[in-house]
């Protein structure tokens, strides 16, 4: 009860700060609760069954050009959203397909190579994609039936419904019997093997459910940010998520959101001081890596907070 | 120009790049075949190389043959120092974890990334080949130092495969290659061993930098192409084998010039990407590797 | 005579130049309790990983309740009704005790999640300790977690691999009560050098050597056995 109460005042204090906050951080948050549902997609597959992907820019670059293009071709959001959505996951089902027949490092750098590849294709059909430089979804197209995401206050609403969708599912998703099995399959596959689990079902059904948060993050940021570019099926976007993750805690439902705010605004604090700003994304996974693996609320939960999902 | 000259060309370029290819592939065949650790920030070191050949053939005054020289010593050196202490700080640290090493060579990549932009810039500058000379064939000039490309690489390589196979401290390497438990108990400094060896596998990508630099401009993002081709040599030619590693830099050289030069160089990469991720779902041990 | 739940025939896996286990026939009855004993390095782990799939069968078959199990995964044996505990305990240690046994508890299609975990701990006195975390248990406990997980299965056959390795003495009279109210519904076959153990429990004995069998009768016949006394028994 407490982790439930806990997970409804995030969603509340998000509702509420939308009348407070000035329009620059307005939108800002907008674009971090979307962002955490593509980091909460990447923690169900790294934080909760083990499974380190490189590949994540995949789903959310496919979430983001399938809504892109059926929003500008068919001219509403209402059908992209969806379709984004399942673009991420029929992705990441696709790739898991092959990609799970590997295990480790050869997983980290077979999910990489299949997103580069993916990269590199949406560059290769730039006539279609936009390539680079990418385009621009026509406002009109980015109405959800009579919220039109373009103007700022359906946009909060829309983002904050998507983040509190995810959020809640990701914690039914981990407190329920599968979400143990995942949970099994990442501190011990043998074992788990032994008790009758399979492997392979069990961590493509991760990696899917992954897919489609990812596919609906992409598809979000499109349709409410009105641009689809290449850069965001780029390598940077898959190491991102891995980033906020372990900032924020792999392996617990808030990691993700926490890690996903400190960073945005951390990157955002830096690049008003240097052109170098990127370099804060080096040292904070550096240091991560070093000296702080469990991220802030995985470190909070060992030191006490054990109820944490 | 007819198909055969051009194909010609093409192999001829290919041969370059594989050249090249072989050099930085080799440094991150032998940092993996003796740690165990995939470095994913090689391309970073590659790209310091090119950029710290700048900065010496800059500085340098005289001919520009004399600056290049000097920076074939300065940039394998300062960029194998920068290895060497990267892998005490922060690689030990980790205990060559295989996952945690790779996500802190993204830290790593991120980081030497964004030096070299604070201080060499965004701009891309070339640096003057040491020598001009353009051989003539039938059909087209070719720039002579290209050639001289290949033989150095060439030349580097065999020094690399002798110092390994024949010197004391090359023995020392592969047998903690074979095991590093054992070399342990023989008294030999592991920890140090796996300096020397990351070192070696940057100074390697350093070297290659330097001697195409002439021929591509050194910019602070040229890290990520050679990253990727390496990857892909060391992981058709299977991960830890010297001999794998220059096969595949031959085929993936010159598939990838003639595929460029005829199509595209996007769609080269797109195969050769996907080659990558299939052989190391189908195939794991890659062409030349042992089955473990 | 008791129906046979599983039959191997010509079993074999080397390891290298190992022969691990050499061309094993082995008959197992329904219901009964069969212990697997042997020198360090006949080939009982082995035996058994063949059995539930943890290492796969190099030539030979494997059949179980009238299948063909021999090219079946593992995990797909264990949905089938085998069940396997480690040698090495294999909990998972930064879980807690019950979610260790909600796990197996799972597989069943249990509609009482809750009760039907609670009480396979309780099967083996854990059931105050459901909340620890798994890895803290001492190491007896955790022998018995790993029995209560192989049981929550419920599965036809159980296999135990050493399970009274570092139990105490009361625990042991225990252990043996828990295998005594299993069979026959389920069938329990168990590597042990316990030999106190083994003479109490077993019904019949099978005596490995290098990976092959060299005598299988009642605790009895083999106390009796010149061969079984010159490899294993010492005299």
Do not use: C
């Not at chain 1, 919220?147 to 329920?176: E, H």
């Amino acid at each position: 009860m407490k982790a439930l109460a806990l997970h409804l005042a995030l969603i509340a204090v998000l509702f509420a700060l939308q009348f407070v906050l000035p329009p620059y951080h307005h939108t800002n948050i907008v674009r971090v609760m979307v962002l955490a549902v593509f980091a909460m997609g990447y923690n169900i597959a790294f934080g909760y069954t083990g499974l380190l992907s490189l590949g994540h820019a995949l789903f959310f670059g496919a979430g983001m050009y399938t809504a892109g293009l059926l929003a500008t071709g068919e001219g509403t959001a209402l059908l992209a959203l969806p379709a984004g959505v399942l673009a991420g996951g029929a992705a990441a089902f696709a790739v898991g397909l092959l990609a799970l027949r590997t295990a480790g490092v050869s997983f980290m750098i077979v999910t990489l190579m299949f997103a580069q590849a993916g990269y590199l294709t949406v560059l290769y059909f730039g006539a279609f994609t936009g390539g680079d430089e990418g385009f621009v979804i026509p406002n009109a197209a980015r109405a959800l039936g009579p919220f039109d995401l373009s103007t700022d206050t359906p946009r909060y609403f829309a983002g904050l419904a998507l983040f509190a969708v995810a959020l809640l599912a990701n914690l039914a998703l981990v407190r329920s019997p599968i979400g143990r099995v995942m949970v099994a399959m990442r501190e011990n596959e043998e074992r788990s093997r032994m008790l009758g689990y399979n492997p392979f079902t069990v961590k493509l059904f991760a990696l899917s459910v992954s897919g489609l948060y990812a596919g609906a993050a992409g598809a979000a940021y499109a349709l409410m940010f009105g641009y689809v570019g290449a850069s965001f099926a780029a390598i940077q976007y898959s190491i991102l998520p891995l980033l906020w993750v372990l900032l924020g805690g792999a392996g617990t439902v808030l990691g993700p959101f926490v890690g996903a705010l400190l960073m945005f605004y951390l990157i955002d604090l830096s690049s008003s001081v240097t052109t170098a700003h990127q370099m804060v994304v080096g040292v904070a996974l550096l240091a991560l890596v070093l000296f702080a693996p469990k991220g802030v609320l995985g470190a909070l939960r060992d030191r006490g907070l054990k109820w944490l999902p | 120009m007819d198909f055969g000259p051009f194909l010609l060309l093409a192999l001829m370029e290919g041969l370059v790049m594989a050249a090249v290819l072989a050099l930085t592939a080799v440094g991150l065949s032998l940092v993996f075949g003796v740690m165990r650790v995939v470095n994913v920030a090689h391309g970073e070191f590659f790209m310091l190389g090119a950029v710290a050949a700048w900065f010496v053939t800059s500085a340098m005054p005289g001919p520009p043959a004399v600056g290049f020289v000097a920076a074939l010593l300065v940039a394998p050196l300062l960029v194998g120092g920068i290895a060497a202490l990267a892998d005490r700080l922060v690689l030990k640290r980790l205990n060559y974890d295989p996952e945690a090493t790779i996500v802190a060579t993204i830290g790593l990549l991120y980081i030497l990334q964004q030096a070299a932009l604070t201080i060499y810039g965004p701009d891309a500058r070339p640096v003057q080949a040491p020598f001009e000379w353009r051989i003539q064939f039938p059909w087209f000039g070719y720039s002579g130092y290209k050639l001289f490309v290949v033989f150095a690489a060439a030349a580097v390589l065999t020094a690399v495969w002798l110092f390994m196979t024949r010197s004391r401290i090359g023995l020392v390497m592969r047998a903690t290659q074979i095991d590093r438990d054992m070399a342990r108990a023989f008294g030999i400094n592991v920890d140090r061993v796996y300096a020397g060896v990351f070192a070696m596998g940057a100074g390697l990508a350093a070297v290659a930098a330097v001697l195409i630099v002439p021929i591509q401009q050194a910019h602070y993002l040229m890290g990520g192409d050679p990253l990727l081709l390496s990857f892909i040599v060391v992981i058709i030619g299977g991960l830890g084998s010297l001999r794998g590693t220059l096969v595949a830099a031959l085929l993936i050289g010159l598939s990838d010039g003639v595929i460029s030069v005829f199509f595209s160089p996007t769609l080269a990469k797109i195969i050769a990407t996907l080659f990558v991720a299939l052989v190391l779902v189908f195939r794991p041990q890659g062409l030349f590797g042992a089955k473990q | 005579m008791a129906s046979v739940i599983l039959f191997a025939r010509a079993l074999t896996r080397h390891f290298g130049g190992l022969k691990a286990v050499d061309g094993m026939d082995f008959d197992l009855a329904q219901g009964e309790i069969h212990a697997l004993i042997g020198p360090n390095g006949a080939g009982k782990t082995t035996f058994v990983s063949l059995l539930s799939g943890r290492v796969p069968v190099q030539s030979g078959s494997i059949t179980f309740n009238g299948l063909d199990i021999t090219d079946l995964p593992a995990h797909a044996r264990v949905a089938r009704g085998i069940a396997y505990t480690f040698q090495i305990t294999a909990i998972y240690a930064r879980l807690p005790v019950y979610d260790n046994v909600a796990l197996a508890v799972q597989r069943t299609g249990s509609t009482a999640l809750r009760a039907d975990t609670m009480a396979a701990l309780a099967r083996v006195g854990l059931q105050d300790r459901a909340a620890q975390e798994a890895g803290t248990l001492a190491y007896g406990h955790q022998r018995l977690l790993e029995i209560a997980m192989g049981l929550a299965l419920k599965p036809r056959l159980l296999i135990l691999d050493e399970p009274t390795q570092g139990l105490a003495n009361s625990e042991i009279d225990g252990f043996k009560a828990l295998v005594r109210s299993v069979v026959p519904e389920t069938t329990v076959l168990l590597i042990e050098h316990n030999m106190d153990v083994v003479m109490d429990l077993a019904q019949r004995i099978t005596v490995l050597n290098f990976g092959k069998l060299l005598a299988q009768g009642t605790p009895a016949e083999i106390r009796a056995n010149a061969a079984v006394q010159a490899a294993y028994l010492g005299g």
